[in-house]
């Protein structure tokens, strides 16, 4: 049982290049999601998919699509890179349990340099 | 103001002291809160829920104040291996599976 996995763990880009990040989860879970995260900024929603085959925004999801394959995999594609996208990406998987309490699974992350 | 807001930190701590993250959330309708830790690098891991009438696993206590949008975490006889930066999380209700993350915490144990 892997969890959540991500590739590629690291990736420089240059301005203007497009790149898919990739995330899979082995848990069965419905939800899974897309944060970056910035020094002093804590970790911001970009997209989330509540089940397969629907995505929705989040708080920042300017430069940013998706795409939920399957219930296992979850992409996220930046078309055009810019500098203010270097970030570090963490994918999630989430579950229930009871009716109210959801906890998160964190894949490893993906630091991204845009130059 | 941010949605969630927690201690600016670091703190230092001693091997052995007791230490307290606070945490306040402004959506009052928010039913779900968490704890996370992240280490250097890495990415977060759920610590504890935090249940409406306050919970504790070990040496860790995680309180909720409704009325005045406050969520705490108490850290007892703490240990090396709990420093970390703590994430304080909140769930937006009527959003699907929407989280807000606090900006974290970070804790040095010194020997």
């Known amino acids: 049982n892997a969890g959540v996995t991500q590739t590629p763990k690291f990736q420089v880009l240059k301005t203007g290049q497009s790149m898919t990040l990739q995330c899979a989860q082995d848990m069965n879970h419905n939800s899974m999601y897309w944060y970056r995260q910035d020094p002093g900024m804590g970790l911001r929603l970009i997209y989330y998919s509540a089940s397969e085959g629907t995505t929705d925004k989040g708080e920042v999801p300017n430069g940013y699509n998706v795409s939920r394959l399957n219930k296992r995999e979850f992409s996220l594609r930046l078309e055009s890179a810019a500098p203010s996208q270097t970030s570090v990406y963490f994918c999630a998987s989430s579950v229930e349990r009871g009716l109210i309490l959801y906890e998160q699974y964190f894949g490893p992350g993906t630091r991204l340099t845009v130059t | 103001r941010k949605e969630v807001e927690q201690d600016p930190g670091p703190f230092n701590v001693p091997e052995g002291a007791t230490v307290a993250f606070n945490c306040t959330y402004s959506?009052?309708?928010?039913?779900?809160f968490f704890w996370y830790r992240q280490d250097c690098r890495k990415e977060p891991k759920l610590l504890m829920s935090?249940?409406?009438s306050g919970n504790e696993d070990g040496r860790f206590t995680a309180q909720l104040n409704r009325a005045s949008q406050y969520i705490s975490l108490l850290i007892r006889d703490s240990k090396l291996s709990d420093s970390a930066t703590y994430l304080c999380v909140v769930k937006r209700e009527n959003y699907g599976q929407n989280f807000v993350f606090g900006p974290g915490t970070r804790l040095s144990v010194l020997p």
């Open positions: 959506n009052s309708a928010s039913q779900s």
């Open positions: 935090v249940y409406s």
